[in-house]
């Protein structure tokens, strides 16, 4: 007769506490994580601070004086503002144009003590008490500066983009005696672009201007 053994419950493996479990190892790296990212919130904001503190600091700025169009005008500008953003953002003399802001246009051209400048190349705290004149202090009153007129003459313009800065410009080339030769002429007004392709006129216009036309 066979005696059979009582049959005993199975039990689950059990498991060495050195060796993390799936559910362990899972619940541990996210909490590691959780852990991680708080930390970076909580670290974030002095970091954050730091940089607003640096961007709210105040550029260092200058107050200037100087003659723009026969009026005295005292500013306080930041340091890096060139004179044509000087005429345009706080002057409000607009007639300037920023076309490249590289010098290379000539858009910008206005006469400073009666030389022509690349206004967006020329800082505005280097000028003090220097005398600018822009297009809009070329006419007086309802009389058109002479050059003005003869740009009206040849239809030297066509979107009037440039204009400003053409007239500016031509004006300078007439004081500067640059006008004896239609050669001449394109040769001391080639830093001031045209893309509407008005050279010939503009050429015609400065010759009236001078007196030769």
């Known amino acids: 007769m066979t005696t059979e053994r009582p049959i005993q419950a199975e039990t689950a493996p059990v498991e060495s506490p050195s060796v993390p479990t799936r ?22 904001p002095p970091a954050l601070a730091g940089e607003g503190a640096a961007t709210a600091a105040a550029p260092p700025g200058s107050s200037v004086s100087l ?11 930041d340091n890096r503002t060139s004179l044509l953003d000087l005429l345009r953002e706080h002057l409000d003399l607009t007639g300037s144009k920023k076309g490249c802001n590289a010098g290379a246009c000539g858009a910008c051209t206005v006469l400073v003590d009666g030389r022509r400048v690349n206004s967006c190349l020329t800082l505005a705290v280097r000028l003090e008490d220097a005398e600018v004149t822009t297009i809009e202090g070329l006419a007086k009153g309802d009389r058109l500066h002479p050059l003005q007129q003869a740009f009206i003459d040849q239809d030297a313009f066509q979107c009037g983009f440039c204009t400003p800065g053409q007239i500016v410009s031509g004006v300078g080339c007439i004081q500067e005696g640059h006008t004896g030769s239609p050669e001449e002429i394109r040769e001391w007004m080639s830093g001031n672009l045209c893309r509407c392709g008005c050279y010939a006129k503009i050429e015609r216009a400065v010759e009236q201007a001078a007196g030769r036309k």
Do not use: Q, S
């Open 23 to 44: 559910r362990t190892f899972i619940a541990t790296t996210t909490a590691a994580g959780g852990a991680a990212v708080v930390g970076g919130l909580v670290a974030g």
């Open 67 to 77: 003659t723009v169009n026969g009026v005295r005008r005292t500013v306080t500008v």
